[in-house]
Nanobody, 114 residues
């Protein structure tokens, strides 16, 4: 059974940091590309960052220089380090695994507010 479980979301003040984790099981983690998406209220889900099985990364322009995606093959886990958070980063963040099929986590809420 495929599982992607996000954690690490919460409430943070502007300028603060959070680290999201996506613990996976049920598929061959090291051959899948991993990505983080987010969806704010009333908006479409958007790609935030992705990392290939080889470690190449890609970021949305809105998060470049502030967010870092990574993966730990030994733990079958992907991460999203988020620094210098802004109120516009508020959203539900979803973990995604993709190759031929795509798998999704249930999402974790990130709220950036003073």
């Amino acid at each position: 059974q495929v599982q992607l479980v996000e954690s690490g979301g919460g409430l943070v003040q502007p300028g603060g940091s959070l680290r999201l984790s996506c613990a996976t099981s049920g598929f061959t983690f090291n051959i899948y590309a991993m990505a983080w998406y987010r969806q704010a209220p009333g908006k479409q889900r958007e790609l935030v960052a992705s990392i290939t099985s080889f470690g190449s990364t890609n970021y949305a322009d809105s998060v470049k220089g502030r967010f870092t995606i990574s993966r730990d093959v030994s733990k079958n886990t992907a991460y999203l380090q988020m620094n210098s958070l802004k109120p516009e980063d508020t959203a539900i963040y979803y973990c995604n695994a993709r190759r031929i099929q795509a798998y999704w986590g249930q999402g974790t809420q990130v709220t950036v507010s003073s």
